[in-house]
């Protein structure tokens, strides 16, 4: 069965540091997300990214935040200077087209941790 | 105003009973609505999604939209030890889902 599959599962920088979070998403899909979760606090979303645009983003994805699509399988997240309040787990998704709901599948997370 | 609420955990129930999980969301606009299951440590999981009034049924899970009160509810029938996880409703809007906080269901042997 397909999967969205991401690496690394677990990074450590340090504060100041840049990081890419490098995701794989379900290969017939067309959109694409990066959501977080903060330990012990609700899953948020970062930013949505169709057709090789950004279509929609939170106030968490200020400037620091960027995302690419640089081949046509990888799905990247990039955080220029990390904070240590941007320690998380941050999830890719990515859905297809489904009637009027867009189904979004997980992948299993990379936990990042700036120190 | 949170902008999904759901019923506050821990709910405990015996294996083979139901549990019952409430969702209210604030945004009229919402289109969708996806309950997902989380594991310790896991990432969610999609379980159903259900985007007209009324009720959805899946295997032991059934849905219930209720647009004009904003409320979704989650049953899972027959519950089984391995059910035991955090349920999130996530209502959809555009291609951004927003999460509740999960309610934690704990079933017990």
């Known amino acids: 069965e397909p999967e969205v599959t991401q690496t690394p599962s677990h990074q450590v920088t340090q504060m100041g540091q840049e990081v890419i979070l490098r995701c794989v998403p379900i290969s017939n899909h067309l959109y694409f997300y990066w959501y977080r979760q903060i330990l012990g606090q609700k899953v948020e979303f970062l930013v949505s990214?169709?057709?090789?645009?950004?279509?929609?983003k939170s106030e968490i994805f200020d400037d620091q935040f960027s995302v690419e699509r640089p081949d046509g399988s990888n799905f990247t997240l990039k955080i220029r200077s990390t904070k240590l309040e941007d320690s998380a787990m941050y999830f890719c998704?990515?859905?297809?087209?489904?009637?009027?709901?867009?189904?979004?599948?997980f992948g299993p997370g990379t936990r990042l941790t700036v120190t | 105003q949170k902008e999904v609420e759901q019923n506050s955990g821990p709910l405990s129930v015996p294996e083979g009973a139901i549990a019952s999980l409430n969702c209210t969301y604030s945004d009229r606009g919402s289109q969708s609505f996806f309950w997902y299951r989380q594991y310790s440590g896991k990432s969610p999981e999609l379980i159903m999604f259900?985007?007209?009034?009324g009720d959805k049924e899946d295997g032991r899970f059934t849905a219930q939209l209720n647009k004009a009160s904003q409320y979704v509810s989650l049953l899972i029938r027959d519950s089984q030890p391995s059910d035991s996880a955090t349920y999130l409703c996530a209502p959809q809007k555009d291609y951004k889902l927003s999460f509740g906080a999960g309610t934690t269901v704990t079933v017990r042997a």
């Open positions: 990214f169709y057709n090789n645009e950004i279509s929609e």
């Open positions: 259900i985007y007209s009034n």
């Open positions: 998704a990515s859905s297809g087209w489904g009637r009027i709901s867009y189904e979004q599948y």
